[in-house]
T-cell receptor, first 114, second 115 residues
């Protein structure tokens, strides 16, 4: 019984293509996130949704569009993929409760743009 | 703005020994949380331990403890009795209280446990 799951685990695609990554959590959390981990292992927030509402939108190109159909799902769609989009993308979820809320991460999706 | 600094890019420790991974942070917020995550070579991010800025006691979770020194703005992770399976990247992270609940991560420390 996986808490936070992502599909696919690996994604290899050509420049210019459009792709989606899906995320689902079964923890009953009200907040979900997308993080990007670059080749140097640095993790940075991209987006956050609370009860299907966008609450964080960091400086991310508008080729990236998150969508939350319900509070258990947060998908990430990327248009016109570029070489620099190659990274590991992590979905996470938490129950907002002040500074103490712990974010639980999915297994990550390794995106390779050729 | 919040900032997390991990000055040790890599550390070695012998099996069964204790090791301390350093983390310092910078924030002007009075209320914040500090977290440590482990990332093994398989890639997943595993939550290890949490410390709140108002907590009087240092957090402990099994072999993990957090040496929290608020005045020095440090939140070092101590792993006791290291095991080969502890070999991984370790990330320190911080978030402040508020609706926008992002984690700000440090650059990580790669720990290698040797026989």
């Amino acid at each position: 019984d996986t808490a936070v799951s992502q599909t696919p685990k690996y994604l290899v695609t050509q420049m210019g293509n459009d792709k989606s990554i899906k995320c689902e959590q079964n923890l009953g959390h009200d907040t979900m996130y997308w993080y990007k981990q670059d080749s140097k292992k640095f993790l940075k927030i991209m987006f956050s949704y609370n009860n299907k509402e966008l609450i964080i939108n960091e400086t991310v190109p508008n080729r990236f569009s998150p969508k939350s159909p319900d509070k258990a799902h947060l998908n990430l769609h990327i248009n016109s993929l570029e070489l620099g989009d190659s990274a590991v993308y992590f979905c996470a979820s938490s129950q907002l409760q002040g500074a103490a809320d712990t974010q639980y991460f999915g297994p990550g999706t390794r995106l390779t743009v050729l | 703005a919040q900032k997390i600094t991990q000055t040790q890019p890599g550390m070695f420790v012998q099996e069964k020994e204790a090791v301390t991974l350093d983390c310092t942070y910078d924030t002007s917020d009075p209320s914040y949380g500090l977290f440590w995550y482990k990332q093994p070579s398989s890639g997943e991010m595993i939550f290890l331990i949490y410390q709140g800025s108002y907590d009087q006691q240092n957090a402990t979770e099994g072999r993990y403890s957090l040496n929290f020194q608020k005045a020095r703005k440090s939140a070092n992770l101590v792993i006791s009795a290291s095991q080969l399976g502890d070999s991984a990247m370790y990330f320190c992270a911080m978030r402040k209280t508020g609706t926008a609940s992002k984690l700000t991560f440090g650059t990580g420390t790669r720990l290698q446990v040797t026989l």
